[in-house]
């Protein structure tokens, strides 16, 4: 995802359209691992502002991962839009600008930041997913289970009561 910029040079307000398609095979975030299933499009334009240049447009890719509730394989896909800055210069006073050099601009390092940036915080396989039981381990969407009841149970302090006979057989009513 190398662009040559060195046509826009010294030609202020030059923009260089461009057009990528890339296999990406998969990225880690936050311990979740993402799966693209598509190649991923990146549609935009390079402009010369006469110092730096501005990079805008648009990323589409569809990707799968899990669960976060119930981990079953669930697929979604992405597609927004960015404007970034790139420099030769690193400057402290604009330090989200991305460094180039060589009159050759790497879009890799934007795509990605970008990509986990947007990536929601939460994949669910549907909103009202039960996730897995806390006791046996079962997905609760596929079945219901009663080991938190019953877990409630036994650990309540009332569980001894469930050993007590009140039945007094030589009781006289």
């Known amino acids: ?3 040559d910029v060195t046509e826009a040079l010294n030609k202020p307000g030059k923009s260089i359209d461009f057009n990528c398609t890339r296999e990406l095979a998969s ?7 993402f799966v693209f299933i598509s190649p ?5 334009k390079l402009m010369y502002t006469g110092k730096d240049y501005i990079a805008k447009g648009n990323i589409a890719v569809e990707y799968s991962s899990k669960c976060n509730r119930c981990t079953k394989a669930i ?48 994949h669910l ?16 969407n596929d ?7 019953q877990e409630k149970i036994d650990s309540s302090p009332f569980a001894i009561m469930k050993e007590l006979s009140f039945e007094d057989e030589d009781r006289e009513v």
Do not use: H, Q
């Not at 396989?125 to 609760?140: D, P, R, S, V």
């Open 143 to 149: 079945k219901d289970c009663n080991c938190i009841e």
């Open 125 to 140: 396989c549907e909103e009202k997913c039960k996730g897995l039981c806390a006791i046996c381990g079962g997905n609760m």
């Open 1 to 3: 995802m190398k662009i």
């Open 75 to 122: 697929s979604n896909s992405l597609n927004f839009d960015f404007y970034e800055e790139y420099s030769k210069v690193e400057d402290e006073d604009y330090p989200d600008r991305y460094l180039f050099e060589n009159n050759v601009i790497d879009l890799e390092l934007m795509v990605l930041d970008n990509i986990s940036l947007t990536m929601p915080m939460k």
């Open 40 to 44: 991923l499009v990146i549609l935009g």
């Open 27 to 33: 990225i880690v975030i936050s311990e979740d691992e």
